[in-house]
């Protein structure tokens, strides 16, 4: 397997004036058009055909993406069932549109914004990240979306604000599994306002040219690839700016086990398991796991002389 030197990682904004990106970008606002296009009807009628005109076949280590068809029929979505090859069909008739998500707390300017608002405010750029679960499987996912940073720069974070909570939607006679008494719904996670400014943290709309299925948490989820995938949290109607760590439901649950930071680290195990390697979707062997999920020059320096057995 061989990575690219980072110098040859290119920043968002030159890859957003990238040849390539442009041929996305015609991709992308054909995508947008299409979420608009939803705006009127539930997502099952909707089924989006993939779009396979990605910018690029592989991601920057040379793996293979993973095909629509893999990442929309293996799913954690624990607001419909723990099964994860049952989510497509338990979610396919979930209604994502009109949707609106309120941007709050310690902000100068908060706002409740529609899906479509999004849509226009902020351009939508391609990126191909890894998503490396927690429970060890993996997938290389190539996502539309825009920097969260975008987002929470047009709010004005107070400088009070040192972390980020975000709140995933709560609709029990429409997803089943929020009727389990078990978890602390709704779905919560949160970020270090740092990690959430990082230019790799991603709100996501659509992947492979087209805009998200209810499964892989239409209409907006987030994306941080250097942590394991719970903290990617899908369908989100709220994200507030708090000065203290938030209460999340994986760490509520089991805080010895899902430890509030979660970035991806082959050294640290979990309790029941070895995180060293991990299975990626359609292979048969098992694949070294990276630190950092393979982000470590991008990221390190945000956890500079931080425990990460501690902080895991
Ligand atoms: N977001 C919500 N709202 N509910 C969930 O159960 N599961 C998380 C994360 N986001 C989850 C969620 C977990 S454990 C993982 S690994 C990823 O979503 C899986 O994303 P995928 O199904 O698109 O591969």
């Known amino acids: 397997m061989k990575k690219i030197p980072s110098s040859e990682i290119t920043p968002y904004h030159v890859y957003l004036s990238r040849r390539e990106f442009l041929k996305g970008a015609g991709i992308v606002s054909a995508g947008a058009l ?5 705006a009127t009807k539930p997502a099952a009628e909707n089924t989006p055909s993939p779009v396979t005109s990605v910018s690029a076949q592989t991601d920057d280590f040379g793996d293979p993406l993973n095909t629509y068809e893999e990442i929309n029929n293996y799913n954690n979505y624990y607001e419909f069932t723990t099964d994860k090859k049952r989510v497509a069909s338990l979610a396919q008739d979930f209604r994502t549109s009109p949707w609106e998500v309120e941007v709050s707390g310690l902000v100068n300017k908060p ?7 999004l849509l226009k405010m902020f351009p939508q750029g391609e ?11 993996s997938m290389v996912i190539p996502w539309q979306g825009f920097p969260l940073a975008s987002l929470l720069k047009e709010v004005e974070p107070l400088s009070s604000a040192k972390y980020v909570r975000f709140e995933a939607v709560y609709t029990p006679d429409a997803m089943p599994g929020q009727k389990s008494k078990f978890y602390p719904w709704p779905y919560t996670e949160g970020l270090r306002l740092d990690e959430a400014m990082h230019d790799l943290t991603l709100l996501a709309t659509g992947l492979y040219g087209t805009p998200l299925s209810p499964q892989s948490g239409a209409p907006l989820r987030l994306v941080v690839p250097w942590k394991y995938g719970f903290k990617s949290i899908k369908a989100i109607v709220k994200i507030e700016l708090m000065e203290y760590p938030p209460d999340t439901l994986w760490h509520t649950v089991a805080p010895q086990e899902y430890g509030f930071y979660a970035n991806v680290n082959p050294n640290v195990d979990h309790p029941r398991w070895s995180q060293a ?7 048969s062997q098992r694949r070294p796991t990276l630190m950092f999920n393979g982000y470590e020059e991008e990221v390190a320096s945000l956890y500079e002389g931080m425990d990460l057995k501690r902080n895991f």
Do not use: K, N, Q, S
């Open 34 to 38: 299409l979420a608009a296009a939803c």
């Open 127 to 137: 990126r191909i990240y890894r998503l490396r679960c927690v429970e060890a499987w």
């Open 277 to 283: 390697t991990e299975r990626r979707i359609g292979e």
């Open 111 to 117: 706002r409740t914004f529609g899906l479509e608002d």
